[in-house]
Nanobody
Framework: QVQLVESGGGLVQAGGSLRLSCTTS????????MGWYRQAPGKQRELVAR???????NYEESVKGRFTISRDNRINTVYLQMNSLKPEDTAVYYC?????????WGKGTLVTVSS
């Protein structure tokens, strides 16, 4: 059974930092592109950051320079380091594993940034 479990969310003041983790099981982690998405209240889910099997990274424009995605294939985990957080970063953050047409999702972790 495939499982993606996010952790690390919480309440933080604007300007603060959080590190999200997503630990996976049931997949061959190293062959999946891993991503972080977020969904704010009343908005559609959007891609925040993605890291390929070759560790190429890409980011949504508003988080460039503030967020960093990384992966550790030894422990099947992907991270999202979030610095200089803003109130508009408030959302539920979801971990995604993608390989061609196959997608797996975690249940999400809530990040709340207070002003």
């Amino acid at each position: 059974q495939v499982q993606l479990v996010e952790s690390g969310g919480g309440l933080v003041q604007a300007g603060g930092s959080l590190r999200l983790s997503c630990t996976t099981s049931g997949i061959i982690f190293s062959i999946y592109t891993m991503g972080w998405y977020r969904q704010a209240p009343g908005k559609q889910r959007e891609l925040v950051a993605r890291i390929t099997i070759g560790s190429s990274e890409n980011y949504e424009e508003s988080v460039k320079g503030r967020f960093t995605i990384s992966r550790d294939n030894r422990i099947n985990t992907v991270y999202l380091q979030m610095n200089s957080l803003k109130p508009e970063d408030t959302a539920v953050y979801y971990c995604n594993a993608n390989k061609r047409a196959v997608d797996y999702w975690g249940k999400g972790t809530l990040v709340t940034v207070s002003s």
